[in-house]
């Protein structure tokens, strides 16, 4: 809804100040200062409303960290004791002997991104134990950190050591991919 309303006095007096500095465009007329003019404005909003309270702070859905050797939620208990026994056997088998460290982290994301897209259910990383006498390789610390990174974490439902003995190797179970 539109409002008229007559400016006052000091309006236009400098209204008419600024005018003097203002060509007309050809065909315009321009007021004289004694004339009143009248403005049409939009009505007065309305008063603001209070603002909404805040929204609790959702926090994105993370899945826990991969553990190995821990049974996750989700994964029944037959085929849990069936993979940390090493009755799955590995369909593909990556090896890391020899290589560096950003090499070595390519090839865990290539293998785990390629097996998954393919359906593959278990594949084996070979870390080795490393060179260092009475501590552990570079590798073997890195790649279970590598495995909860954000974008392989999602793929990978268990990690184990295939045998109790050999700590220098990974057996890792993929999730299905539901369609």
């Known amino acids: 809804m539109k409002i008229k309303r007559h400016l006052p006095a000091a309006d236009l007096e ?13 065909g315009v007329r321009v007021p004289a200062a004694t004339e009143r003019v009248i403005v049409e404005r ?6 603001p409303l209070l603002p909404a309270p805040p929204r609790p702070a959702i926090k994105p859905q993370r899945r826990p960290a991969i553990a190995i050797g821990v049974a996750p939620p989700g994964l029944d208990r037959a085929t849990w004791c069936r993979f940390r026994a090493g009755k799955i056997a590995p369909e593909r088998i990556l090896d890391l002997h ?7 982290h390519i ?11 393919q359906g593959t259910r278990c594949v084996e990383i070979v870390t080795g134990h490393g060179r260092r ?14 495995l909860n990174d954000a974008p392989l974490h999602a793929m990978i439902l268990a990690v ?19 369609v």
């Open 14 to 26: 400098i209204w008419a100040r600024y005018l003097q500095h203002v060509k007309p465009l050809p």
């Open 98 to 104: 020899g290589m560096t460290k950003a090499n070595a």
């Open 107 to 117: 090839a865990v994301m290539a293998l785990i991104a390629g097996a998954a897209s």
């Open 160 to 178: 184990c050591h295939p045998h109790a003995a050999n700590e220098g190797a990974l057996r890792v179970l993929l999730r299905r991919i539901r």
């Open 42 to 47: 939009q009505a007065p909003p309305l008063p």
């Open 133 to 146: 006498a009475g501590g552990e390789g570079v590798l073997r610390r890195e790649v279970p950190f590598w």
